[in-house]
């Protein structure tokens, strides 16, 4: 299969950069995926990259800041080390159509599918010949409580419980430049 995706062109990049040796080596994680064809925003992905700070620098001495430096003296000199600049490093080799907008550290821990505490989705579709007034009916029927079994992938490895709140569902209309 030939077909790019995003996760390809961040892997290359990351490995590229030597942020990463592999994607299998270095703790990853990610929120969800989107179906063939689908955009995403804010998708969150977790993983252990390199770092400019030594190995084995006390979490606490870590500059919470990333323009701040960590001081270090190594025979004799005062050293100043700023962690890497990895939204600037990341997006100059990603296709402009792909951007990393943020990164903060999490615990070993962390999971970007599991730790997260909710979701959001948009979806947008083309006018044409649907029922507007169906879709905001059934829009409104997944409000609330309800097993969502039957509408995923089973994986009873990590997932046991298919129980979920939609808290908001609503139809909107879109006005695009054509009208569509």
């Known amino acids: 299969d ?3 995706t995003i996760e390809q062109h961040l892997f ?11 994607r299998q080596t270095c703790n990853y994680s990610r929120c969800g995926r989107t179906d063939r064809g689908v ?7 977790a993983l252990n990259m390199r ?7 006390p979490l606490e001495d870590i500059p919470k800041h990333p323009n701040d430096s960590l001081i270090i ?12 600049d990895y939204i600037t490093e990341i997006n100059k080799h990603l296709p402009e159509s792909i951007r990393v907008i943020s990164w903060c550290e999490v615990t070993s821990e962390f999971d970007a599918r599991f730790s997260a505490t909710y979701r959001t989705y948009r979806y947008f579709f083309k006018r044409r010949n649907l029922n507007i007034n169906n879709m905001i009916e059934g829009a409104n029927l997944l409000v609330g409580t309800h097993d969502f079994r039957n509408f995923c992938k089973i994986d009873i490895v990590n997932v046991s419980n298919f129980i979920r709140e939609i ?3 609503k139809i909107l209309p879109f006005n695009t430049i054509d009208g569509d």
């Open 73 to 84: 003296i190594k025979n004799n000199k005062t050293i100043a080390i700023k962690e890497i």
């Open 39 to 45: 955009s995403a925003l804010g998708q969150v992905i």
């Open 12 to 22: 290359s990049t990351l490995i590229k950069l030597r942020l990463i040796e592999s």
């Open 167 to 169: 808290f908001y569902a």
């Open 2 to 4: 030939d077909e790019q």
């Open 51 to 57: 770092s400019a700070f030594p190995l084995g620098t």
